[in-house]
């Protein structure tokens, strides 16, 4: 029989990869009033492009999100994170103290917003870049065994 033996498998695929980007982004910008966060955000979003390469093949989702971009996104939601806390530091606050980032007085809540979501952004970043390198690290490893000798 020719043609496609995974036309249902690659079908469903392609429906559910935009549902769980929605539901990721979803989990991310909803985690501060409720259940969830950056971190689970990241590692759904991580899983939508895992389900792609599972699906798709190695190769074309490496074309899509280079190994560079993955490793390059976790070290900038480091860099933001840490980078909050800096900002914290150098406006007279303690590190990560939110309340500083704009030099309110104690009680504002400007900062309180803008830092959670500059939190979560990288955390978000970092988590998905990790596991996206991570999964491209194990997947692109050659086996020790061919199949031939199991």
Known sequence: MKG??????????KCMLPLITIY???????GEVGPGGAFQAGVVLAVGLI???LVFGLAP?????????SRSLAAVGVAL????????L????????YQALF????????????????????????VAGSMITIFYALAGRVAEIRDEDW
Do not use: N, S
Not at 24 to 30: A, D, L, M, R, S
Not at 81 to 88: H, I, L, P, R, T
Not at 90 to 97: D, V
């Open 4 to 13: 496609d033996h995974h036309m249902i498998l690659r079908v469903i695929a």
């Open 24 to 30: 990721g982004f979803y989990v991310q910008f909803h």
């Open 51 to 53: 389900l792609y390469a």
């Open 61 to 69: 989702t490496m074309r899509a999100v280079p190994p560079w971009f």
């Open 81 to 88: 994170y840490a980078g909050v806390g800096v900002w914290a």
């Open 90 to 97: 150098m406006t007279g606050g303690k590190y990560l103290e």
């Open 103 to 126: 030099g309110e007085p104690p009680g504002g809540h400007d900062g309180q917003h803008a830092g959670i979501i500059l939190i979560e952004l990288g955390v978000l970043f970092a």
